[in-house]
């Protein structure tokens, strides 16, 4: 009888195996392998043209250069670094709160019309990113829809700007308003970090980055949106009853029943907006290639700039695995400050 | 029934998605090349037209491949490149009709890609490159010092016939490797209907820095939105008026970066100066997304562009009125840029594919083939002995064709991306004002310094 069970288990084992291989070759020839590659090219100077076996062994030293020897790598690295970061910092905020806000009006039981929002709201989501990114290139002309909008609800207080061309970073912006430029700002506004000034880092998010910025959060809205709503309909309805019945309003609802219970999936979806904002590419290669003044450089522009204009596919390398470390490093913060309560 | 509906309605979205998506790809190339205001440099000229259709051009199969399918042993050749108009694709896939249609033993497959560099790079590392290829004077230094070009010298039929700034933009450390498949010059275009309303007399040859400023200056007309010039922060353009000024960019065997001279500050502060003194602007604040555009809309009234302006005024803009001309002279004379592609073989193929392979190079680079190609008008011929027939058809285009003559090679060493990036960096800092153009020479020459020590 035993042993019966045991072959049960073992056929049950082999099927499920068997069910399993076609996707593990698929992980493994498609993610594992080249992950290791990756990893291993890191760690020499191969050009990307030549056949890899022909690249040096270099040890550590693409990481060197771009995190400890000064020169335009390191300062080129902790631009897009700093880049990526402002981008993270603006997109995924505005996205997680917009997206749960859209996903709270769509789930109205009185809302007419409901698959029509969600549809509409999901639609860049599912559009091709650079046939989005090609028609913002027209609406943040100087002349394009967007400044003629701005201009129209200020009342023509709005100047124009040519967006995708603008390098004036947001805080240098206010702080000049404020008075404070380069020139004549406190001594350590010139101080040297990293390969950038202290003036620099403090830039905040150009004009151009801006603009990509809320391109992105437009186009992210829709998924993060439906996530929310996929986990809005799993809230009993029972929970929202009973605090009807003890008189809660709209908001103290919102805050006190539907917030908490969905903080497991606010953890899933400000972790998938970090890694989404970490590894922008697509709407930088269509619209700005790291422009103006690179302050649109991001780190995984910067990983394709390496490796195929600059045939420097081992820096290329280093710099992707630097990226992965950086992400996967926030991810485990990120548990760490709203995993603990979710798992609970 | 609502079943049903579903369907329907399922599958009207899946049409859509593949429309979006496809759509998105045909263009992507393009725009990512050099849509936008601070890319186009390092983009092959030919890429630069705007209207570039990404489509290979109809597969025919020409006639002549039927008629005699297995001559000899028939060694199958591909030629990989990028495409450019749809006329110039249509006209290169005739060109190679005609060589295969006269060689039976030798068949080449033209194929066109979109994401050139890209499909380039991974084959050559794949161990399994085109058997000919596009090469741009700036990316050569790149693969040459890979080991991914077999030289050509002495496999070229009458290689002193090019002319001498093509083949210095193929030479690289003394030897030549690819032959020049056609080029073109940076020019001055100007806008006759606007210099007659203005009473200018129009751009010659004999004009100078002052000619260029004044007649920008009285050009302008600021509240109109109406430039004098329009400038893109690029070094592949500012360079000219370095070349102009008399300075140079490095010593003559790169060991040592020059880029911060006297000359070459006296030309940075006339291009900056023309944007910050508001005779000039760039094509982002003129609504274009390169100069061309900005020229074709009658933003501004000159651009400096080269032959491939042409064409994409044709398609876009063919009320607009306009002459070419060279570029003005600078303090140390004349000067213009060279902006070419050669068609290349890779080292790492056998012996009998490479004499194939240089089969066919020659034929399209000699009189023949190039005459072929270059009819079109689209291309300009790399032979000095095809000038004076090309110049017959196409008299307007002599300004660009002459340029030859002075023109400089777009050509430095590997590695150079970073100096590029750092001066288009600059040029956009200096034409907003948060650099000075010594800060942008001094930036340029440190990271130039640096590449070279690499």
């Known amino acids: 009888m035993a042993s019966g069970i045991k072959g049960q288990?073992?056929?049950?084992?082999?099927?499920?195996?068997?069910?399993?291989?076609?996707?593990?070759?698929?992980?493994?020839?498609?993610?594992?392998?080249?992950?290791?590659?990756?990893?291993?090219?890191?760690?020499?100077?191969?050009?990307?043209?030549?056949?890899?076996?022909?690249?040096?062994?270099?040890?550590?030293?693409?990481?060197?250069?771009?995190?400890?020897?000064g020169g335009i790598r390191q300062s080129d690295f902790f631009k897009a670094l700093k880049n990526t970061t402002y981008f993270a910092i603006?997109?995924?905020?505005?996205?997680?709160?917009?997206?749960?806000?859209?996903?709270?009006?769509?789930?109205?039981?009185?809302?007419?019309?409901?698959?029509?929002?969600?549809?509409?709201?999901?639609?860049?989501?599912?559009?091709?990113?650079?046939?989005?990114?090609?028609?913002?290139?027209?609406?943040?002309?100087?002349?394009?829809?967007?400044?003629?909008?701005?201009?129209?609800?200020?009342?023509?207080?709005?100047?124009p700007v040519a967006w995708m061309s603008d390098a004036r970073g947001l805080f240098h912006i206010i702080l000049e308003a404020l008075g404070v430029t380069l020139r004549d700002g406190p001594e350590f506004l010139r101080g040297e970090l990293l390969g950038l000034t202290v003036w620099d880092w403090i830039s905040g998010p150009s004009v151009a980055?801006?603009?990509?910025?809320?391109?992105?959060?437009?186009?992210?809205?829709?998924?993060?949106?439906?996530?929310?709503?996929?986990?809005?309909?799993?809230i009993p309805g029972s929970v929202y009853e009973a605090a009807q019945v003890d008189g809660a309003t709209a908001w103290p609802t919102f805050r006190r029943i539907t917030v908490p219970l969905l903080r497991p999936t606010i953890f899933f979806v400000v972790t998938l907006g970090l890694i989404g904002t970490y590894q922008v590419f697509d709407q930088i290669y269509v619209m700005s290639s790291g422009g103006p003044a690179k302050t649109t450089l991001t780190m995984a522009y910067m990983v394709y700039r390496n490796g195929f204009r600059n045939s420097e596919m081992g820096l290329g390398a280093a710099i992707a695995i630097l990226l992965f470390v950086i992400i996967f490093v926030l991810t485990l913060i990120q548990r760490r400050i709203t995993g603990s309560e979710a798992e609970q | 029934m609502t079943r049903k509906w579903y369907k329907l309605l399922a599958f009207f979205l899946v049409l859509t998605m593949a429309l979006v998506a496809c759509g998105g790809q045909e263009e992507e190339p393009p725009a990512g090349a050099d849509g936008e205001q601070d890319v186009p440099t390092e983009a092959p000229p030919v890429e630069e037209e705007p209207e570039a259709e990404e489509e290979p051009p109809a597969e025919e199969e020409p006639p002549a491949e039927e008629e005699e399918p297995a001559e000899g042993t028939g060694a199958e050749l591909q030629l990989m490149g990028w495409s450019s108009s749809e006329a110039e694709n249509t006209r290169?896939?005739?060109?190679?009709?005609?060589?295969?249609?006269?060689?039976?033993?030798?068949?080449?497959?033209?194929?066109?890609?979109?994401?050139?560099?890209?499909?380039?790079?991974?084959?050559?590392?794949?161990?399994a490159p085109p058997d000919v290829f596009y090469i741009d004077s700036f990316r050569l230094p790149d693969l040459v010092d890979a080991g991914a070009v077999e030289p050509a010298e002495g496999?070229?039929?009458?290689?002193?016939?090019?002319?001498?700034?093509?083949?210095?933009?193929?030479?690289?450390?003394?030897?030549?490797?690819?032959?020049?498949?056609?080029?073109?010059?940076?020019?001055?275009?100007?806008?006759?209907?606007?210099?007659?309303?203005?009473?200018?007399?129009?751009?010659?040859?004999?004009?100078?820095?002052?000619?260029?400023?004044?007649?920008?200056?009285?050009?302008?007309?600021?509240?109109?939105?109406?430039?004098?010039?329009?400038?893109?922060?690029?070094?592949?353009?500012?360079i000219a008026f370095l070349y102009q000024a008399g300075g140079e960019v490095a010593n003559e065997d790169f060991t040592e970066m020059t880029i911060n001279s006297p000359e070459a500050q006296e030309a940075m502060d006339f291009y900056v100066n023309m944007v910050l003194d508001g005779f000039a602007a760039q094509p982002a604040d003129l609504d274009s997304g390169w100069a061309g555009e900005a020229f074709g809309r009658e933003r501004a009234a000159m651009s400096m562009e080269g032959n491939w302006i042409v064409p994409a005024l044709a398609d876009g803009f063919p009320d607009v009125n306009y002459g070419v001309t060279q570029l003005p002279a600078g303090p140390a004379g004349e000067a213009t840029m060279a902006f070419t592609?050669?068609?290349?073989?890779?080292?790492?193929?056998?012996?009998?594919?490479?004499?194939?392979?240089?089969?066919?190079?020659?034929?399209?680079?000699?009189?023949?083939?190039?005459?072929?190609?270059?009819?079109?008008?689209?291309?300009?011929?790399?032979?000095?002995?095809?000038?004076?027939?090309w110049l017959e058809q196409f008299p307007d285009l002599?300004?660009?064709?002459?340029?030859?003559?002075?023109?400089?090679?777009?050509q430095f060493v590997t590695g150079f991306q970073d100096v590029l990036d750092t001066v288009n960096n600059g040029l956009q800092q200096a034409f907003a004002g948060t650099m000075t153009s010594e800060q942008v020479l001094e930036q340029a020459q440190e990271v130039g310094t640096e590449v070279l020590n690499r």
């Open chain 1, 9 to 69: 288990d073992r056929e049950d084992a082999v099927a499920g195996w068997l069910f399993m291989t076609p996707a593990l070759i698929v992980f493994i020839v498609f993610l594992i392998i080249p992950i290791i590659f990756a990893l291993y090219f890191s760690l020499t100077d191969w050009n990307g043209i030549s056949p890899p076996a022909e690249a040096n062994w270099v040890g550590l030293d693409n990481y060197q250069t771009v995190l400890l020897e």
């Open chain 2, 92 to 127: 290169l896939q005739a060109v190679i009709d005609d060589f295969n249609a006269a060689n039976g033993n030798i068949q080449v497959n033209l194929n066109l890609v979109p994401d050139y560099d890209t499909r380039l790079q991974t084959s050559l590392a794949g161990g």
């Open chain 2, 155 to 238: 496999r070229i039929e009458d290689p002193d016939d090019f002319y001498e700034s093509l083949r210095d933009a193929f030479t690289y450390n003394g030897t030549f490797y690819c032959p020049p498949k056609d080029f073109s010059t940076l020019g001055l275009q100007y806008n006759t209907d606007m210099f007659d309303a203005a009473g200018l007399e129009y751009p010659n040859e004999d004009w100078t820095w002052d000619d260029l400023r004044s007649a920008a200056e009285q050009l302008t007309n600021e509240e109109e939105g109406v430039y004098g010039m329009v400038l893109s922060a690029d070094f592949a353009r500012w």
């Open chain 1, 209 to 234: 980055l801006m603009a990509i910025m809320i391109m992105n959060t437009w186009t992210t809205i829709g998924t993060m949106m439906i996530i929310f709503v996929a986990a809005l309909q799993d």
């Open chain 2, 398 to 410: 002599q300004p660009f064709l002459d340029g030859a003559e002075h023109a400089r090679a777009w």
């Open chain 1, 90 to 159: 603006g997109v995924v905020p505005l996205q997680t709160i917009l997206s749960l806000l859209l996903a709270v009006i769509i789930n109205q039981r009185l809302l007419r019309y409901k698959e029509f929002f969600r549809t509409a709201y999901y639609f860049p989501s599912i559009t091709s990113s650079v046939a989005i990114s090609l028609i913002f290139l027209f609406l943040y002309q100087r002349s394009g829809l967007v400044n003629n909008a701005l201009e129209f609800l200020t009342f023509g207080a709005w100047e």
């Open chain 2, 341 to 389: 592609v050669c068609y290349g073989v890779p080292a790492d193929i056998p012996d009998e594919r490479k004499e194939a392979a240089f089969e066919v190079v020659n034929y399209l680079t000699g009189a023949e083939g190039m005459k072929a190609w270059t009819d079109l008008g689209l291309a300009m011929p790399t032979r000095q002995s095809l000038r004076d027939q």
